[in-house]
């Protein structure tokens, strides 16, 4: 019922910048926690930053000050501006979207994940 449509990648040199996007759509009640993770080839997939409901934002230490997570509630959208990228922040990034969603006259948890957006950074 909840899709995220990821948007953004793509080739840059080191010390470029990308912004990735994604949107969620449906019946969404509310959003409790939205974030971006990656997946480099070989390794697993990692935070990137996370925005959690109601506590700070977070960020894992190898982007901290590079990459910065905003979210536009309104639009149910999050954003990852990443700035002087370098190499090994090639990877496939996918957000993730947690909260709940309307089911007839209900509603229940969701925690959905993005198709994934490649981001490859050459040296």
């Known amino acids: 019922q909840v899709q995220l449509v990821e948007s953004g990648g793509g080739l840059v040199q080191a010390g470029e910048s990308l912004r990735l996007s994604c949107a969620a759509s449906?019946?969404?009640?509310?959003?409790?926690?939205v974030g971006w993770y990656r997946q480099a080839p070989g390794k697993q997939r990692e935070l990137v930053a996370v925005i959690p409901g109601g506590g700070s934002t977070n960020y894992a230490d190898s982007v901290k000050g590079r990459f910065t997570i905003s979210r536009d509630s309104a639009k149910n959208t999050v954003y990852l501006q990443m700035n002087s990228l370098k190499p090994e922040d090639t990877a496939v990034y996918y957000c993730?979207?947690?909260?709940?969603?309307?089911?007839?006259?209900?509603?229940?948890?969701?925690?959905?994940w993005g198709q994934g957006t490649q981001v490859t950074v050459s040296s």
């Open positions: 993730n979207f947690q909260g709940r969603v309307v089911t007839g006259v209900s509603d229940r948890y969701f925690d959905v």
């Open positions: 449906g019946p969404i009640l509310s959003i409790y926690v």
